[in-house]
């Protein structure tokens, strides 16, 4: 992860601090690519809206646990599993019905 950082202060022609690591981190957490980010002629970071767009954002229902099936994909003989509409992830239905 440092060298990470150390790369992406390095694009962007930064000074290392504690500050800029927090950015950059910051931008890797939420699943920005530092090195497709720039800085314009006022020295502001420029974040392209197609780097926005490109980040999955997962909704709050699949957050916390509630995800939507429309039909199971495949059934291995002791359980069904599907994928969320909403978030992509791969589930396993329970006996009460539920995924997860």
């Known amino acids: 992860?440092?060298?990470?950082?150390?790369?992406?202060?390095?694009?962007?022609?930064w000074v290392r601090s504690?500050?800029?690591e927090k950015v950059i981190r910051a931008?890797?957490?939420v699943g920005?690519?530092?090195e497709n980010c720039f800085m314009d002629q006022e020295d502001n970071l420029i974040?392209?809206?197609?780097e926005i767009q490109r980040?999955?954002?997962?909704?709050?229902?699949c957050k916390i646990g509630w995800h939507?099936?429309?039909?199971?994909t495949?059934?291995?003989?002791?359980?069904?599993?599907?994928?969320?509409?909403?978030?992509?992830?791969?589930?396993?239905q329970d006996s009460q019905g539920n995924w997860f």
Do not use: W
Request: a positive charge; charged letters at 30%; one cysteine or more.
């Open 47 to 50: 974040i392209p809206c197609k």
């Open 74 to 92: 495949e059934f291995d003989g002791a359980s069904l599993h599907g994928i969320c509409m909403r978030c992509g992830k791969e589930l396993m």
């Open 55 to 61: 980040k999955k954002q997962t909704p709050f229902f």
């Open 1 to 13: 992860m440092m060298e990470e950082i150390q790369e992406a202060i390095r694009h962007l022609g």
């Open 27 to 29: 931008l890797l957490r």
């Open 68 to 72: 939507k099936v429309k039909e199971a």
């Open 18 to 20: 504690s500050n800029n």
């Open 32 to 34: 920005i690519k530092p």
